[in-house]
């Protein structure tokens, strides 16, 4: 069982950050459109919190598919899925009255998965088709839909979180570098530990 990774909360939902604060430097987007994990120095290197309502939840997004861990969830992934994640250290700011509300952890990290494999099975599945590359290969990606997505089982020793590896087939290349995914026995792990912190976004049936 994999499920697309995707924690509940974001920039917006419980908390608010500084607009200054949280954006990416400009450039970072290539290294993802590669498939490749991002330079350390792309990530801003503190955010600011401008609202809360709640506690800060330890997985959260500053925008879509920029990810911030706990140290909690830090120790967590290091013991299951140790190099498959680079933690990238971001220190937090708040006024104090927001600051307690928020009950910060002792550390955050922004996350740069570096798990890679080749495990979704292109052929056997809905694509969306994209424009052709200037060398004329023709580009496919995942459907909206996640549950008509089809991954093959896993092998000893690929990664528990990942992004997939694109995979060519004659002139057709199949993409999924925009989604991280996750095996059941890790996302039920970082369920029980932060319960309700993750969208429960199951790959296939």
Do not use: C
């Amino acid at each position: 069982m994999v499920y697309k990774f995707d924690p509940t909360y974001f920039n917006g939902t419980i908390f608010s950050l500084d607009e200054d604060t949280w954006k990416m430097e400009k450039g970072w987007s290539e290294y993802e459109r590669n498939n490749q994990p991002i330079p350390a120095p792309y990530f801003p290197k503190s955010l600011t919190f401008d609202g809360a309502k709640a506690p800060l939840p330890d997985m959260f997004h500053t925008t879509r598919d920029i990810i911030v861990f706990s140290e909690r969830v830090r120790v967590i992934i290091e013991e299951w899925a140790p190099g498959q994640v680079e933690f990238i250290p971001v220190a937090v700011h708040a006024p104090p009255k927001i600051a307690a509300r928020l009950n910060f952890a002792a550390a955050y990290y922004f996350i740069n998965v570096l798990g890679r494999a080749q495990r979704l099975r292109w052929l056997e599945m809905p694509t969306d088709k994209f424009r052709p590359r200037d060398d004329g290969a023709e580009i496919f990606g995942l459907p909206q839909d996640f549950s008509k997505w089809e991954l093959r089982e896993r092998v000893p020793g690929e990664p528990l979180i990942w992004r997939d590896t694109p995979w060519r087939n004659e002139n057709k290349e199949y993409r999924g570098y925009n989604v991280v995914l996750i095996e059941g026995v890790l996302w039920r792990e970082l369920d029980a530990n932060f319960p309700d912190q993750l969208n429960a976004l199951r790959a296939g049936e």
